[in-house]
Each structure stands twice: as C-alpha cells, then as structure tokens.
C-alpha cells in the first residue's frame, strides 16, 4: 500500500494528483494502528500497540483501569500524539492531524454536552462549524433527533433531561457529522444497570444501522461481549488478546485474559504425557491428571495452567460414570444467583473450585447445601491449557 | 464527634442564631445605620453650627414639626456639576471595568490552566500588592508617571520618545490608578469561574470541528458569562465612588462624584449637600448591585442544578 502512494507522488509529483488517482484501501484495512507508543514523562501508557479494524466493524478495547485503552482511545480523537507509530484512516495518515481536522467523532464518558445550548444546539454544533446552510442544518438535526427518539425534547437544556436521554443526545451530537469512525469512551458508564443492558442493544442497532465504523473502551466485560464484534483486552498498555467475544471466552490465551473474562478456576500444574491425540497434566489439586483430549504445543514437563469455567463443571451427588477428570469434596459456600447457583466446593486436594449449577427447575437449588459432599467432573475437551 | 456536637447545641439553644446575628449586626451597625443618619442629614438645611445642619423635628408652637427638605437634592439636578460629576464617574468607571476585564480575563484564562503549583504562586502575586497599603501604592504611581519620573526617563532612555510625556494628572493616569487598584477585583472572580470549567467540553468542541478560537468563543465565554459579570461589578461599583485615585492621579478637570463628595464636605463643610449626593450616588449604584446580585443566584442555582 506505502509503495503504491510513494509511485504515485513520485510520477506526479504533486499532491493533488496523488489525490485524484487515490489508493483503494481495502475494507479489511480501514483504521490501521501499527505499533503505536505512548509514553507521559517515562511512563508507558501505550507499549507498541498494533491493530487493523474493519470498515463497519464494532470494536472494543476491554481492560481495567489504567492499562491505557482510553489513552490509545485519545491518540485516535486526536487529543494525544503518539510518541511513535503510525495510525491510518482509510490509508490516510492521522498523525500531526488536530482533532478538528479529523472525520472522527466521540462520544465522551458522561456525555461533555454543553450546559449553556439547547439539544438541538448541542446535535447542531457540530454542523454549524461546518459552516452548513441552515435549512440542510435544520433538516439534519431534526433527523438526527428522530434517530434517537429524541424529537419531543429539542427544546431542553442538558440538565434538564435524564442519563439515559443526555446519553442519546451525546450520540446523535456525535453521528451528525456522518463521522468516518466513532469513538465511544465508557458509553454506558453513567447510566444504572438496567437501562444500561438496554441501551447497549439499542446502541448497537444505531451503529449497525448507519454501517459506521465504532471504537469502543470500556472497563466491563459484559458490554464490550454484548456490543462488540471483536475485542481487544489491554492489560499494562499491551494487547493481551484480540479476538471475537466467545474466542477471548472459550480460548483464552493466557491467564490474564482467562481470569479477565468472567470467572474461571486455574489450575497450575505440568505436562504428565504428551501424546499426539491427548496429553494429561498433573496438577496439586486432584489426585489423579487431568486428562486433556487433544494436542497441545508443548513437551513433557512443561509449567501450564488448566482453565476451567464454573459453567463446564458439573456437580453430582454420586461419582459419576467417567475415567477422568472427576474429584471429590465438599461444599462450603453457595452463591444463590437465582437462574443458577455458584457452588465454591472444598475438593479433598484442599483445592477450592467454582462450580455453578443452573436452576432448571423450580427448587432446585434446595438440592445441595452447605458441607454436602459432593463430586465434581467435567469433560475432556472443557478445558483450555494455558502456557503463558 | 457528631453526638457531642448535637449535646452542645442541645445545651446552648441560641448558637446557631448567635452565628447568623453576627453578619446581621455588622450590615446594621456599618451600612443601615450609617445610611439611616446620611439620609437625615440630606434632608435637613446647611447652619453654621456644630453639627453644621438644622435638625428636622422642631417644636413650633405646640406642633412637634418633621421638615424634609427636598432643596439640596434640587440643588443637585439643577447644578449641571453634579449631573456631570455623576456622567463622568459612570463613564470612567465604564471604561476602567472594560478595561479590566480586557486586561484580567486573559490573565485569569492563563492562570486557570497553569499547573496547581504554578497556579498558586500567579493567584499569590495578584492578591500581594494589596498586602501594601492602598493610599502608598497609588503614590507609587506619581513617582513612575511624572514628568522625570521612572516611566518617562526610561522611554527617554531606550529612545522611544524625545521629550518626556505627560501623563500625571491627566485622565490617563486615573485609568492607569484604577486599572491598576481594581485588577484582582476583576481576576479572581473570573478565575474562580474558568477554574471550574470541564476541558472536556473543550475537547468535545474540538473533537466537533471548532478550532481553539471558535471554541473559545462558543464555549468557554459563555460560561463564563458569570465571572464576568460578578468581576465586572465587583470593579464598576467602587470605581463610581473612587475617592483617592483622581484626586492624586487625576487634573483638576478630572470630575468625579467621589471627589465632589469629599469637597462638599470638608472644603464647602456643606454636610446635607453632601449627604445628598452620597444618596444618589446609592441609588445609582443599586442597578448594578441588583444585576450582581441576580447573576451571582442564578450561578449557585446552576452549580445546584
């Protein structure tokens, strides 16, 4: 792609005519970030991040606080210049660009409307510094707000109006320039649980229905699995893993994402047998290994962590049918969430695991109780063995 | 902690409005009684005596008699030096408030986005000279405005002009006294506004399309409409009454109504005159006062909101 630009400058000369034949980028290829470093007076927010986003895609930059997904989120905005690495923008360089200058919009963490405009000022400013005629202003506005459903409350100021009403304002203000990519900082991070779960869906239906390509950062998992397409979990200004929501789930990479992404019982252990079609791995909390149906990249002896999710375990009150991966102990606490249970059982190991047990029928959950012993078992595929 | 706060109040009943007395008390004492014996005094008549004015309940033949005299308030509207005096006050301290916040809004922009640390020191050297004592200060300035004085021989020095300027006693020098005086008048209020502005309404300008300036123009003034205007009266409101600054900076055709004051009343010893002009220049004063006032409640209304 760089060598096909550099010919066409170079022939030509000039700009404009770069510009008048210029490269197609592919769909593939729409935002590329490539290794992109930032750094605050030593500090490393951003350590060599690279990624390529889709045109249309949903995107979602997941990790906890501080581990630089809304610095990263700001070097897109235009708010902070990267201290290396390159981003492009449908081939296009944003590096040097001032946020005004780029076709990008955010929509900020707890909305940033301004106080002093009506919301229909608010979705127009943006137009305005466009310098739009004010009929097609007019009429953009008033398309933006049936958007969002917000028609009836054109009039009001901000604080007038509900977190989950400015948060529609926020969006329309954000989309009314047809931005070539929007940027979503904790879009849900100021509303309540319930209209969050909402809103997200109704989000996505927003975004999926213009096509516009969406950078999202969030801290929650939850909303990033609902929302996105794929995501991308940062942990110290790195990308641990960037994959579709039920990969990161079902095939962690490693145990940063495996603990990361709901909950997960890990077992350190090594490799016992490491044959083509199965390996086992002997591990301190079961007494026997823990047999594994398929291959892994390793060799005999190797340090690696079995991951189990609560939801693959089964819990049983007589030892199952099976040859391996079975272990017996005892109940000592119960989560009781209702559509399913969390039970924490002691195994005779003296390992603790999660096991949860959904609550098919009515009472079920009265089954077990506190110190029953019990078995645990899973099947020889359920887990994911990790080696970093 | 709190349940022996709430025995103590329970013990002495009449704390809370001990504290709220106190500032009731002061306005009583330093303003309402005050203006209570300046009104008196504007309503009685000039008598060479000791008080130097007649007194305006009189016993007449068997009659207790209340005499308001309305003349020196006539005397005022028909003597065209007090309309003038009060014309040329208002527009002096106009402009000098313009001026101000021409100077002052920069400045507390510039110190509303510095570091905390460098922050505090700017707030600091604002607010220092008045640790001086204001009557010194604008002698100070006598001595940098005269004919062979600091600012004139320096211009001489570096070669700007040839013969030295003069700008003592001319109005130049009372706009440069008051600019001066009043600036933190005007400074701080402003900062304390843009101090609390939220960047992120900047950004999210920027991120709009706004350049800086459209930004600032869209955003940060409006919000800070209500610095501007409580700086503005804070610095407009004294400045109409300003005594010292044109009696020792300004000519002796610098008019204004605080110097008028202070003639009628040790010069002429004329003590209902100027009594009278005290009150009008009062009444004058309550528009601004009222627009200070409203805005200042509709900013704690907003701060609330």
């Known amino acids: 792609m760089a060598s096909v630009d550099a010919d066409a400058a170079g022939s030509n000369g000039t700009m404009v005519n770069s510009a008048a034949n210029p490269p197609a980028p592919s769909p593939d290829r729409y935002l590329v970030i490539d290794t992109v470093r930032k750094e605050f007076d030593g500090f490393v927010a951003v350590d060599d991040v690279s990624l390529t986003i889709r045109k249309g895609e949903i995107f979602a930059l997941l990790g906890a606080s501080g581990c630089g997904k809304s610095t990263l989120l700001r070097c897109l905005a235009g708010f902070e210049t990267p201290t290396a690495g390159r981003i492009e923008l449908e081939g296009q360089s944003l590096i040097g660009l001032p946020p005004y200058e780029r076709r990008i919009n955010m929509m900020f963490q707890s909305y940033a409307l301004f106080p002093h405009m009506t919301v229909e000022q608010n979705i127009a400013f943006g137009l305005k510094q466009d310098g739009m005629a004010k009929a097609a202003m007019r009429a953009r506005v008033d398309e933006m707000l049936s958007l969002v459903q917000m028609n009836r409350f054109a009039k009001r100021k901000p604080h007038q109006l509900s977190g989950g009403q400015q948060q529609r304002v926020a969006l329309a203000r954000s989309l009314a320039k047809s931005p070539k990519m929007l940027l979503l900082d904790e879009p849900m991070g100021a509303l309540d649980k319930k209209l969050r779960s909402q809103m997200q869906l109704e989000l996505v239906n927003i975004i999926e229905k213009l096509g516009v390509t969406c950078v999202m950062v969030t801290h929650d998992q939850e909303e990033a699995m609902t929302m996105a397409h794929r995501i991308a979990i940062m942990e110290q200004g790195r990308i641990r893993q960037c994959a579709k929501p039920d990969e990161i789930y079902e095939q962690p990479n490693c145990r940063y994402t495996a603990g990361f992404i709901g909950s997960v019982n890990l077992f350190e252990g090594r490799i016992d047998k490491d044959e083509k079609d199965f390996v086992t791995i002997r591990t301190s909390a079961f007494p026997d290994p823990i047999y594994v149906a398929h291959g892994v990249t390793g060799f005999e002896g190797m340090e690696v962590a079995m991951a189990l999710r609560p939801e693959k375990l089964r819990i049983s009150k007589h030892e199952p049918d099976l040859k391996h991966n079975k272990a017996h102990g005892s109940i000592e606490d119960i989560a009781y969430f209702g559509s399913h249970s969390v039970y924490h059982v002691r195994l005779d190991g003296g390992c603790k695991v999660m096991c949860n047990f959904v609550n098919m029928k009515r009472w079920d959950s009265e089954s077990f109780t506190w110190n029953d012993p019990v078995w645990v078992s899973w099947g020889d595929l359920e887990g994911v063995v990790l080696s970093s | ?305």
């Open chain 2, 1 to 305: 902690m709190s349940a022996n706060w709430q025995s103590l109040r329970s013990r002495l009943p009449g704390s809370r409005w001990a504290v709220i007395s106190v500032p009731y008390l002061w306005l009583l004492l330093f303003f309402a009684i005050p203006f209570l014996i300046a009104l008196k005094i504007s309503f009685a008549k000039f008598e060479m005596a000791m008080p130097p004015y007649s007194s305006l309940l009189n016993w007449e033949d068997g009659f207790l008699v209340l005499k308001l005299r309305l003349e020196n308030y006539l005397y005022l509207v028909n003597d065209s030096l007090y309309v003038n005096a009060y014309l040329s006050s208002l527009k002096i301290a106009v402009i000098a408030t313009g001026l101000c916040l021409l100077i002052g809004y920069p400045m507390a922009y510039v110190i509303s986005r510095m570091e905390p640390a460098t922050r505090n020191i700017a707030l600091m050297l604002v607010v220092l000279p008045s640790w001086t004592s204001f009557l010194i200060r604008i002698y100070a300035w006598i001595g940098i405005l005269k004919q062979n004085g600091l600012l004139n021989n320096f211009l001489l020095s570096i070669g700007v002009i040839d013969a030295p300027l003069k700008i003592l006693y001319t109005p130049a020098a009372v706009y440069i006294g008051i600019v001066y005086a009043y600036l933190p008048f005007m400074v701080l209020p402003l900062y304390s506004n843009l101090v609390k502005l939220d960047r992120r309404l900047l950004e999210a300008a920027y991120d709009l399309g706004a350049r800086p300036w459209r930004a600032f123009l869209a955003i940060t003034l409006p919000l800070s409409k209500a610095g501007i205007i409580a700086g503005s009266m804070l610095v407009l409101i004294p400045v109409v009454g300003e005594f010292v600054i044109p009696e020792m900076l300004g000519g002796p055709d610098t008019l204004m109504i605080g110097r008028v004051l202070w003639q009628e009343f040790f010069n002429n010893r004329d003590w209902p005159v100027a009594s009278a002009v005290a009150i009008v220049m009062l009444i004058i004063l309550i528009v601004p006062i009222l627009i200070f006032h409203k805005s200042q409640a509709k900013e704690l209304e907003g701060r609330l909101a």
